[in-house]
T-cell receptor, first 110, second 112 residues
Framework: NAGVTQTPKFRVLKTGQSMTLLCAQD?????MYWYRQDPGMGLRLIHY???????AKGEVPDGYNVSRLKKQNFLLGLESAAPSQTSVYFC?????????FGQGTRLTVV | GEDVEQSLFLSVREGDSSVINCTYT??????LYWYKQEPGAGLQLLTY?????DMKQDQRLTVLLNKKDKHLSLRIADTQTGDSAIYFC????????????FGSGTQLTVLP
């Protein structure tokens, strides 16, 4: 039981490049979330999904897209990376009472 | 909208108690959480409390909830160097598709 796994763990992008972050969970959870963490700002919700085939916007969705084609996977895409998207990205999935977090992806956009 | 506030830093001596405070604004929140983040790691759930409770104790951790003042605190007894980390409080409003609103985190430093 791996829990929540994020890939990659680190990435450096040039401005304008695109990439996809993958979140995989093996707990059969319906609810999955993408957050970004910036210094002194806690975690802010980017997008979330309440089930396979569904997605919804969170607090800071601009510049990101998501897809939930399979229940166990939640993908976060950056179509044209900007330096303001330099951050640590966390994925989470929910049991009925508890959120389980991945280890994070540290993304730097230069 | 919801807003969760925490002080950014706290330093304590090893063996002392630590108290990390949090205020929130959504009085209808059903659950309130404390997470711990060690350097380079994800968030680990420490404990949570239902909104109909005033206190919850779990080994060295004590959570106090004052709904009237919308104040949540986490007390760590006999603080150890391994407790050095960032601590986040988070609220979960009802009907929010389990969205959490996080505070900015409190960096706890335990001094020898």
């Amino acid at each position: 039981n791996a829990g929540v796994t994020q890939t990659p763990k680190f990435r450096v992008l040039k401005t304008g490049q695109s990439m996809t972050l993958l979140c995989a969970q093996d707990m059969n959870h319906e609810y999955m979330y993408w957050y970004r963490q910036d210094p002194g700002m806690g975690l802010r919700l980017i997008h979330y999904s309440v089930g396979e085939g569904t997605t919804a916007k969170g607090e800071v969705p601009d510049g990101y897209n998501v897809s939930r084609l399979k229940k166990q996977n939640f993908l976060l895409g950056l179509e044209s990376a900007a330096p303001s998207q330099t951050s640590v990205y966390f994925c989470a999935s929910w049991s009925p009472t508890e959120a389980f977090f991945g280890q994070g992806t540290r993304l730097t956009v230069v | 909208g919801e807003d969760v506030e925490q002080s950014l830093f706290l330093s304590v001596r090893e063996g002392d108690s630590s108290v990390i405070n949090c205020t929130y604004t959504d009085s209808s929140s059903t659950y309130l959480y404390w997470y711990k983040q060690e350097p380079g790691a994800g968030l680990q759930l420490l404990t949570y409390i239902f909104s109909n409770m005033d206190m919850k104790q779990d080994q060295r951790l004590t959570v106090l909830l004052n709904k009237k003042d919308k104040h949540l605190s986490l007390r760590i007894a006999d603080t150890q160097t391994g407790d050095s980390a960032i601590y986040f409080c988070a609220e979960r409003p009802p009907g929010s598709a389990r969205q959490l609103t996080f505070g900015s985190g409190t960096q706890l430093t335990v001094l020898p």
